[in-house]
């Protein structure tokens, strides 16, 4: 056997020995998880696992660059969720402007009508 | 006399309205900008980035850099507590200089621990270290100013 294939096997077996040992419904989760994680950073994995077969990088480097992955992506929901939070402010605000001047108009109609209430 | 009375309740709604999302508006969702953080931030990415690099070498003639360089990601840190309404940020902060974590602290204290490191790990870690920082200045850019 070669050593792409070993290493490839070697992975395999690994990565299948995590699996089994979650409950059906995490599993699915775990799946849905990968298959999303693999399609986004694909370009990344596939040069991962060549450096890894090659023997240019360990096996616990290979994972090294797995985590250091997640905690990239975990910046980036802290990124999309502050920057919507801004739209959501800037929505907020603009609704409380028009709320205001509507208040405005509004005691102005009330004050307007009650000096004309007192003349008569 | 009704039709008065009337009137003066439907004028008096808007400021019933008006004082209810008073009494529910909460101050900022988000801290304001700063743009003196923004400099620290895109000042620390450099010399972060230049530090990783030296990587290739043994970590002791380095020590004082690094420590320097976790001492800067403890004032950022610092300073994003500082702030009204800057959760995100300050996780964030806490996630990129964490020691046992998998970007810049972790990467340091990995150094540290294995005495020097290799151009492949050390080159993959830069460009995702990379994006970390331009994931954290690009929120405090975005902020409401």
Redesign the interface.
Known sequence: MGFVEEKAKQLIAEVGQVLKGLPTEQLDAVITDFKKFLEENKEDLN??VG?YMAG??SKK?FI??L??????L???T??H???S??K???T?DK??KT??N??L???G??LR?LVK?KRR | MKHIKFRLAIAAVPVLVAAAVMVFQCGPYIARFDVGFLEFMVNLKARALTLVEKAIEPYEPHREECEEMIKDLDRGFRNAVQKTANHLTIKQWEILSNPRGYLLGGFLEKWKQEGQLHAVFIGESKTIIAAAFDSLIRLENGKPR
């Open positions: 040069r991962w450096q240019e990088t480097e090294w660059f985590r250091s992955k997640k905690n990239l975990e910046l980036k802290l990124e969720l502050g920057l939070l801004v959501l402010e800037k907020r609704v409380i709320l205001k509507a208040v108009g509004g005691l109609e009330l009508r209430l």
